[in-house]
C-alpha cells in the first residue's frame, strides 16, 4: 500500500521559517506530479504547490516569493520550505499524488502573529 507521511509542522511566530518533508513509501522517480494543500478551519483545501516529474513547479499567489518545492529522489521526499510565514499560512498541511486519492495524514502549520 502507497503511503505519504508527512512532518515538519510546528508553531511559529510570523516572518519565521518552516520546511515540511512528505515521506513516500515507493520510489519517486518518474512519478506523476507531487503536491502540497493546506486546509484551514472550515475552509477547502487549496493547492499551494506542486511539482511535475519533469521539474516544473507551480504555487499558489498567495505563497509565491515564500515558498520553495523540491523533491529528493534519493529519499523518496518532497520538501515545502516556507519562509516569511504568515498568520493566514496556518493550516493543516498535506501532500499528495496530484490526480490521485493517495494523501498523506497532514502536518500542522500555526504562525503567530
Known amino acids: 500500500q502507497v503511503q505519504l507521511v508527512e512532518s515538519g509542522g510546528g508553531l511559529v511566530q510570523a516572518g519565521g521559517s518552516l520546511r515540511l518533508a512528505c515521506a513516500a513509501s515507493?520510489?519517486?522517480?518518474?512519478?506523476?506530479?507531487m503536491g502540497w494543500y493546506r486546509q484551514a478551519p472550515g475552509k477547502q483545501r487549496v493547492l499551494v504547490s506542486s511539482?511535475?516529474?519533469?521539474?516544473?513547479?507551480n504555487y499558489a499567489d498567495s505563497v509565491k516569493g515564500r515558498f520553495t518545492i523540491s523533491r529528493d529522489y534519493a529519499k523518496n521526499t518532497v520538501y515545502l520550505q516556507m519562509n516569511s510565514l504568515k498568520p493566514e499560512d496556518t493550516a493543516q498541511y498535506y501532500c499528495t499524488f496530484v490526480g490521485t486519492n493517495i494523501w498523506g495524514q497532514g502536518t500542522q502549520v500555526t504562525v503567530s502573529s
Open positions: 515507493i520510489r519517486i522517480v518518474g512519478i506523476n506530479d
Open positions: 511539482i511535475t516529474k519533469s521539474g516544473i513547479t
